[in-house]
């Protein structure tokens, strides 16, 4: 068990899946390596199922290389809901590619790649003003029965309805996508 604090409270995790999760300088942040698919590590909490998840997370400026956020509802390893930013399109020249900075997803049956083609600018959002890329992003996500809000930076920058009634899932976990790891520091719940 790995265990770090956060906000003055310890959080072990219970597991980590496809994916290698270190404790850099003395435990100050978690950092999750660089593997295909995706990844995550479930933290050790109470049941969540509502509430307010904050947490400041790093990934990098490298087109197709850093999607890292939160996974929450967690059934399993691979059915649970998630918000995840893509740090390499906050400040991309292309508008699109802007608008494509912070998603939401249900997994197993609503991926980025569904969401986008069924629903072109529903379940992602730009990021205005537009973070660091490179640097430390302070999050929000509000969970209700009902709908998913996501702050960044205290700013609001998406809502939606959360998809599936999978919410029997109760985990939360520290999320990475394909190809991608990432840092996550002052992780709290509430």
């Given at each position: 068990m790995l265990a770090c604090t956060a906000q003055a409270q310890l959080f072990s995790v219970t597991h980590v899946f496809n994916r290698v999760l270190?404790?850099?300088?003395?435990?100050?942040?978690?950092h999750l390596d660089e593997e295909p698919g995706a990844g995550v590590a479930w933290l050790r909490l109470p049941p969540f199922r509502t509430g307010t998840i904050s947490f400041e997370v790093k990934g990098k400026d490298v087109l197709q290389q850093s999607f890292v956020g939160i996974a929450f509802h967690g059934s399993n390893d691979t059915t649970y809901d998630a918000i995840y930013l893509r740090p390499f399109n906050f400040r991309a020249a292309d508008p699109v590619r802007r608008r494509h900075s912070v998603q939401y997803i249900s997994l197993p049956r609503y991926d980025w790649e569904?969401?986008?083609?069924?629903?072109?600018?529903?379940?992602?959002?730009?990021?205005?003003?537009?973070?660091?890329?490179?640097?430390?992003?302070?999050?929000?996500v509000v969970v209700t029965a009902k709908q998913v809000t996501v702050f960044v930076a205290d700013k609001q920058c998406l809502q939606v309805d959360l998809l599936d009634n999978i919410k029997a899932g109760t985990q939360l976990g520290l999320w990475a996508g394909n190809g991608s790891g990432g840092d996550w520091r002052n992780v709290r719940v509430l």
């Open positions: 270190s404790l850099p300088e003395h435990g100050s942040y978690y569904l969401l986008r083609n069924q629903f072109p600018g529903k379940y992602e959002n730009a990021i205005e003003p537009a973070p660091d890329p490179n640097d430390w992003v302070k999050v929000k």
